[in-house]
């Protein structure tokens, strides 16, 4: 029967060396032993994955960025040309999902950083994961650098959502896919054609 009151167990670690950074988790194996245990008795050992780093890091920031150029399009000059700068993006993101049509992917380019306690900004160390909650919808690349559409969507949405996590950290991106409905069904109202003005008749 387990008892009454509950019991807790407080751990005081140190590292004698430096890390360099994030460090991969360090294992740390233990068990306990109670006072006329036998100590031929079988013990269970528990094996705990700390995290040990030289910087206090608090939250993983997917950064987007806004006004991205179309593929082939020239973004005029100022505050919204090619120098823009990434920003994060609490609010939810818009894709216009038109490669079924033109058969060229659009693409969000996408970067990953980490921010510290005192609001210091870090590249990650190693490569984050990501996943596209729905791949129907949108895509994510292997190297999490870019979210896009390349035309084997079937749909579109709102909300769709797309995870990254590096470590015990996590963040998300929402977007609003518009995608066409296929197939497309043109109606003209007169079916009959006529000439253009100003072409010369062939023949």
């Not at 079988?42 to 593929?71: C, H, M, N, T």
């Not at 896009?148 to 709102?158: L, P, Y």
């Amino acid at each position: 029967r387990a008892a009454d009151s509950a019991a807790f167990l407080h751990l005081d670690l140190a590292v004698e060396n430096g890390t360099g950074g994030l460090a991969p988790a360090r294992p740390l194996t233990w068990q306990v032993e109670y006072p006329g245990q036998d100590p031929e008795a079988q013990k269970d050992k528990l094996v705990w994955e700390i995290q040990v780093s030289e910087r206090d890091v608090r939250a993983l920031v997917p950064l987007v960025q806004v006004g991205a150029p179309r593929p082939g399009h020239r973004p005029p000059p100022g505050p919204a040309g090619p120098g823009a700068q990434p920003c994060s993006a609490p609010q939810e993101l818009e894709i216009l999902n038109t490669a079924p049509l033109t058969g060229v992917p659009r693409a969000v380019p996408v970067k990953l950083v980490a921010v510290e306690a005192g609001g210091g900004v870090a590249e990650l160390t190693e490569p984050p994961g990501c996943e596209s909650a729905d791949k129907q919808v949108l895509q994510v690349s292997d190297a999490c650098d870019a979210v896009f559409v390349g035309g084997k969507e079937s749909r579109g949405a709102r909300g769709a959502r797309v995870d990254f996590w590096s470590r015990r950290l996590h963040a998300s991106l929402r977007f609003t896919v518009w995608a066409p409905l296929l197939p497309l069904r043109v109606q003209l109202g007169d079916t009959a054609l006529e000439q253009v003005r100003g072409w010369r008749l062939p023949g």
